[in-house]
Nanobody, 117 residues
Framework: QVQLVESGGGLVQAGDSLRLSCAASGRSFSEMGWFRQAPGKEREFVAS????????GYADSVKGRFTISRDHARNTVYLQMNTLKPEDTAVYYC????????????WGQGTQVTVSS
């Protein structure tokens, strides 16, 4: 059974850092990514990473502040979030795709990140 379990969310102040983790089980994935959804807004793309880690992508709003990485030995993807802003407040979801460039097939349950000003 495939599972994606996020952790690492919490309540922080503006300017602080957090690292989110997403542990995958059941199989390995080609593409992995992070999305977020703020109250009253649609889910939006945050970051993605390919199998080798050689190709990463970021939303303009997080470029230079967030870094996505993955550890194949642990089947885990991370999102290092620095210089957090109140507008980063959202539920963050991990997503995983079985094949390259074919979208995401599995989603985690989400972890709340709240940034106070």
């Amino acid at each position: 059974q495939v599972q994606l379990v996020e952790s690492g969310g919490g309540l922080v102040q503006a300017g602080d850092s957090l690292r989110l983790s997403c542990a995958a089980s059941g199989r390995s994935f080609s593409e992995m990514g992070w999305f977020r959804q703020a109250p009253g807004k649609e889910r939006e793309f945050v970051a993605s990473i390919n199998w080798s880690g050689s190709n990463t992508g970021y939303a303009d709003s997080v470029k230079g502040r967030f870094t996505i990485s993955r550890d194949h030995a642990r089947n885990t993807v991370y999102l290092q979030m620095n210089t957090l802003k109140p507008e980063d407040t959202a539920v963050y979801y991990c997503a995983a795709g079985r094949y390259a460039l074919s979208g995401y097939d599995y989603w985690g349950q989400g972890t709340q990140v709240t940034v106070s000003s």
